[in-house]
């Protein structure tokens, strides 16, 4: 079956700095890769996505790039903000499924003003 | 704005009670699911449904059980609570389509004494 790895685990940066998590997945058929964001106390939310025919998509300060080839995919956020800080996922549809997400095991970022 | 509903958001109980845990949405979703989410951030799928009255097991064994009677609402219960069971239950659900993307809500808190 798929699988996810994401690195790093946990991210300081200062204010005002970039912040890149990096994940690779495993099977080529996989054609989704969704960017979760968890503040404390609350669930995931989506906060950007890319599909396999898009090498990049930005919004605002976030960007993802996918690279097919090497299978792997990263979030860029730009002129982090403390609102940042909070445990980002990255996931795949799992071979192109239509029902399951595979996630990655979190990177907890931490932005310090 | 997605619109998932669980309840409640934290319980605590004592060992061999049977407890359910609600988890709705109004967004007309005909996927469901139920992840389990533990210390060290990981999510792991414990059931998911296609529909009503479809449920299916997830990746990681529990000793659970949902019901799909209608399309908004998804509960898991847990018919005797041990403390291994102490965790973070979170619920989501996606439309039908093509890409598979998931809709959180904000999670329940359970703690078994």
């Known amino acids: 079956g798929e699988n996810v790895e994401q690195h790093p685990s946990t991210l300081s940066v200062q204010e005002g700095d970039s912040a890149v998590i990096k994940c690779t997945y495993s099977?080529?058929?996989?054609?989704?890769f969704p960017w979760y964001k968890q503040e404390l106390g609350k669930g995931p939310q989506l906060i950007i996505d890319?599909?396999?025919?898009?090498g990049e998509k930005k919004d605002q300060r976030i960007a993802v790039t996918l690279n097919k080839t090497a299978k792997h995919f990263s979030l860029h956020i730009t002129e982090t903000q403390p609102e940042d800080s909070a445990v980002y996922f990255c996931?795949?549809?799992?071979?192109?499924?239509?029902?399951?997400?595979?996630f990655g095991k979190g990177t907890l970022l931490t932005v310090n003003p | 704005e997605a619109d998932i509903y669980q309840t409640p958001r934290y319980l605590v109980i004592g060992t061999g009670k049977k407890i359910t845990l609600e988890c709705s949405q109004t967004?007309?979703?005909?996927?469901m699911y139920w992840y389990q989410q533990d210390p060290g951030m990981e999510l792991h799928l414990i059931h998911y449904?296609?529909?009503?009255?479809?449920?299916e097991k997830g990746d990681l064994s529990s000793e659970s059980t949902v019901s799909r009677i209608r399309t908004e609402h998804f509960p898991l219960t847990l018919e005797s609570a041990r403390p291994s069971h102490t965790s973070q239950y979170l619920c989501?659900?996606?439309?039908?389509?093509?890409?598979?993307?998931?809709?959180f809500g904000p999670g329940t808190r359970l703690t078994v004494l």
């Open positions: 099977d080529s058929a996989s054609n989704y």
């Open positions: 449904s296609y529909g009503v009255n479809s449920t």
């Open positions: 890319i599909r396999s025919n898009v």
């Open positions: 996931a795949s549809n799992s071979g192109g499924s239509n029902y399951k997400l595979t």
């Open positions: 989501a659900s996606s439309d039908v389509g093509a890409y598979n993307e998931q809709f």
């Open positions: 967004m007309g979703h005909d996927k």
